[in-house]
Structures are given as structure tokens and as C-alpha cells.
């Protein structure tokens, strides 16, 4: 079993519905949560970030960790074109912890 | 520059041939990482820098890598007798030391293509 699986996609909306991005992973002691987007040919850029249980939500976005079931998710509201990209969830334990462990990534194409 | 700059963005290169994969980090960032990203592959650890720390290359995937860090600035991940499985793309990322904060930064990436 891979450490964070991810479902890679493709997913494909139309504008302005609501996106539900997931990750699971099976070491509990992961405690920060990433999410990076990355768009075609670019580097991965980070959209959220997140310490333990709980949500963030930064604008449309929003973070979602859950540890007792080891899932993470990405919600994204009024989903625009300019979204389409892909979507890695990214983990590590913090600390003297530095590696971040990648899901695969999902591919997210919203359709004007 | 505000962000993580990598050079070249492209590179095609023989089997067998030498490379060097030049990154600069974050003025200010002490942390440095690179990554590679292969296709269905995601992205996995090859090597991480802190400062004047021995650096963690755990994650190269054979002595035909390896990396420096001059100055604490800039790096360099250099692929000795490149092979076609080597195609992908190089992620350099920094961030402030690790255990002070975990959000590491990106740059565009190198894409090796080993022909």
C-alpha cells in the first residue's frame, strides 16, 4: 500500500460547480497537510496548508483533514477555467521531518 | 528574484552523457530540497540541504547523482552517464529550516529528456 493515494482523474466540470478533491494515507504520524496546485509545464504551487484535524478555507478553497480516517480533501466553490490543472495533496510529519510524501496528483479540467 | 528559479527549463541530452541542474532558492530560505517528477510517478525526494548541515540524500536513486550546495545558496544536482530512465522532471523547492515551518516553495522545474 502507498503511503498516499490519491485518485489521479481526470475530472472534468462545468464552471461554477463545486470540486471535491481527496487524498487518504496511511501513516498516522503525518501531522501537515499540503495542497499544491500545479498547471501545465510549471512548478507546483502552494495553494493551502494545514497542521492537524480541522478546516482552513482560504477564499474559494477550502482544506478539510480528518486523522481519524487519515482522508484530506480540497473543496473548490464557483469553480473557474482558470482551475484547470493539476492538484497534489503533500504530507509530512513536521519536525526533523522535512520529506513531503506526494499523492500522484489529480487532474482537474473546468469546462467554461 | 521573489520565487525559486531553476535552470535550464529544458534539457536533451545522449544516453551516457554528463548533466548539471542548476537552483536557486528563496533569498532568506536556509531549507533546500529537490524532487523528481516522473510521469505516473509523482514526486519523490531525492536530497535535502539545511544550511551547514550534512545533507540527507537518502531519496538519489543511485550514485550517478549527486548534489552540491555552494555558499548555502545556490545548488547544483549533477546526473553522471545519464540513462533514458532519468527522463523527468527536476523540482527544486526551499523553505525556511525545517521545524520552524514545513511550506516549501517550488521552482518551474527541469525537464530532462535522455535521448
Known amino acids: 500500500q502507498k503511503e498516499v493515494e490519491q485518485d489521479p482523474g481526470p475530472l472534468s466540470v462545468p464552471e461554477g460547480a463545486i470540486v471535491s478533491l481527496n487524498c487518504t494515507y496511511s501513516?498516522?504520524?503525518?501531522?501537515?497537510f499540503m495542497w499544491y496546485r500545479q498547471y501545465s509545464r510549471k512548478g507546483p504551487e502552494l495553494l493551502m496548508y494545514?497542521?492537524?484535524?480541522g478546516n482552513k478555507e482560504d477564499g474559494r478553497f477550502t482544506a478539510q483533514v480528518d486523522k481519524s480516517s487519515k482522508y484530506i480533501s480540497l473543496f473548490i466553490r464557483d469553480s473557474q477555467p482558470s482551475d484547470s490543472a493539476t492538484y497534489l495533496c503533500?504530507?509530512?510529519?513536521?519536525?526533523?521531518?522535512?520529506?513531503?510524501?506526494f499523492g500522484k496528483g489529480t487532474l482537474l479540467t473546468v469546462n467554461p | 528574484g521573489a520565487g525559486v528559479s531553476q535552470s535550464p527549463s529544458n534539457k536533451v541530452t545522449e544516453k551516457g552523457k554528463d548533466v548539471e541542474l542548476r537552483c536557486d532558492p528563496i533569498s532568506g530560505h536556509t531549507a533546500l530540497y529537490w524532487y523528481r517528477q516522473s510521469l505516473g510517478q509523482g514526486l519523490e525526494f531525492l536530497i535535502y540541504?539545511?544550511?551547514?548541515?550534512?545533507?540527507?540524500k537518502s531519496g538519489l536513486p543511485s550514485d550517478r547523482f549527486s548534489a552540491e550546495r555552494t555558499g548555502g545558496s545556490v545548488s547544483t544536482l549533477t546526473i553522471q552517464r545519464t540513462q533514458q530512465e532519468d527522463s523527468a522532471v527536476y523540482l527544486c523547492a526551499s523553505s525556511l529550516p525545517a521545524g520552524v515551518n514545513n511550506e516549501q516553495f517550488f521552482g518551474p522545474g527541469t525537464r530532462l529528456t535522455v535521448l
Open positions: 501513516n498516522s504520524a503525518f501531522q501537515y
Open positions: 494545514t497542521y492537524s484535524s
Open positions: 540541504f539545511q544550511g551547514n548541515s550534512a545533507p540527507d
Open positions: 503533500a504530507m509530512n510529519s513536521g519536525g526533523s521531518n522535512y520529506k513531503l510524501t
